[in-house]
């Protein structure tokens, strides 16, 4: 360990059965385990989690923050892809 | 002057003199996250302790906080090893595995054994809480003693140093579990009929202890009965 920063790890943690992990944060370790451990120790003191998982931050892939508009922008005028858009017939009921 | 005798006595300030030892680290650990850990880990042997010192005051006529704030250095029963100063951050690991061994043959002994049912009810929860710590710090006693050649010799250091403090928590499946820990470590554990203390059984301490309960103490002899 004659790194000064150990490597970054992206922690996700479970709140309960059958709800998905959720991004909480992230923690410093040499390793896997450490990183459960740290990550047990920081973001599960208060009872939030029933279930940890932590993935290296280097391995996460992002889009370039400057693709932003290419990427996102086209979504905004097409506001026929939310179901809202559509009125549904009286007699359909519920769908 | 505040005292009780019980057998429980050593285990309970064994955990309150510990747990007061690793809440110096506070701010000082090496990193933020073990930082959280130590500190997780000394609520935990606090909160032993205050179950444990409830047990012993009601059974002495006395409060939780009388016992552990008002009680002489002499009048305390912790293994020594629990006061020993931190010193570096290998010696407060093998200090910590060390007694995190004891405490786990103590409390599943406990857990099984006692006729207080609130004794066993405060061992059956520190079991959990002591399978955690007892993981954390021999991992970084492996890691450390495994590690670089300065981590190696810091471990090994720790633990001739602590080697003589341990008499009051050994015994022979203390040493088995001691030696493999050591043993995956890649370290020697130091001869088993080596010479070492245990005077914490009549009310001897090293001179740390005072020091110690000088600050532990001081806030509640200050504002005596004060809450908030």
């Known amino acids: 360990m004659t790194e000064k920063n150990w490597p970054l790890w992206e922690v996700f943690i479970r709140a309960r059965n059958g709800l998905h992990h959720a991004h909480v944060g992230s923690v410093h370790a040499v390793d896997a385990e450490m990183a459960i451990e740290n990550a047990r120790d920081v973001y599960t003191r208060r009872g939030e989690g029933v279930s940890i998982w932590v993935v290296p931050s280097a391995q996460i892939v992002a889009n370039d923050p400057g693709d932003k508009e290419s990427l996102f922008d086209p979504a905004l005028d097409k506001i026929y892809r939310h179901p809202t858009f559509y009125e549904i017939p009286d007699g359909v009921g519920n769908i | 002057m505040v005292s009780a005798t019980s057998e429980l006595l050593p285990l309970a300030d064994g955990c309150l003199i510990l747990s007061h030892r690793l809440s110096e680290w506070m701010s000082n650990a090496p ?4 930082d959280i850990a130590l500190g997780n880990i000394a609520l935990d042997l606090l909160g032993q302790a205050r179950g444990l010192l409830q047990v012993i005051g009601d059974e ?3 409060t939780e906080d009388e016992l552990a704030y008002f009680r002489e250095p002499q009048e305390f029963r912790n293994p020594l090893i629990c006061e020993l100063p931190n010193g ?3 010696f407060t690991m093998a200090r910590q595995l060390f007694v995190d061994i004891w405490l786990a043959h103590v409390w599943s002994e406990l857990a099984a ?10 061992a059956e929860k520190a079991i959990k809480e002591n399978a955690y710590h007892r993981r954390h710090s021999s991992s970084w006693v492996v890691r450390l003693g495994d590690g670089t050649d300065e981590s190696r010799r810091r471990m090994e250091t720790a633990t001739e140093a602590l080697w003589p403090y341990r008499g009051e ?7 088995d579990a001691v030696d493999a820990a050591l043993t995956e470590a890649t370290l020697t554990m130091p001869p088993r009929d080596a010479w070492t203390q245990r005077s914490s059984l009549d009310g001897w301490h090293t001179e740390h202890l005072g020091y110690l309960l000088a600050e532990m103490q001081s806030l509640a002899r200050a504002h005596p009965g004060a809450t908030w």
């Open chain 2, 31 to 34: 990193t933020m996250e073990e």
């Open chain 2, 88 to 90: 570096d951050f290998a």
């Open chain 2, 60 to 62: 002495t006529g006395v």
């Open chain 2, 113 to 122: 054994t006692a006729s207080d049912e609130q004794v066993r009810g405060v």
């Open chain 2, 169 to 175: 928590i050994a015994d022979d499946r203390w040493y």
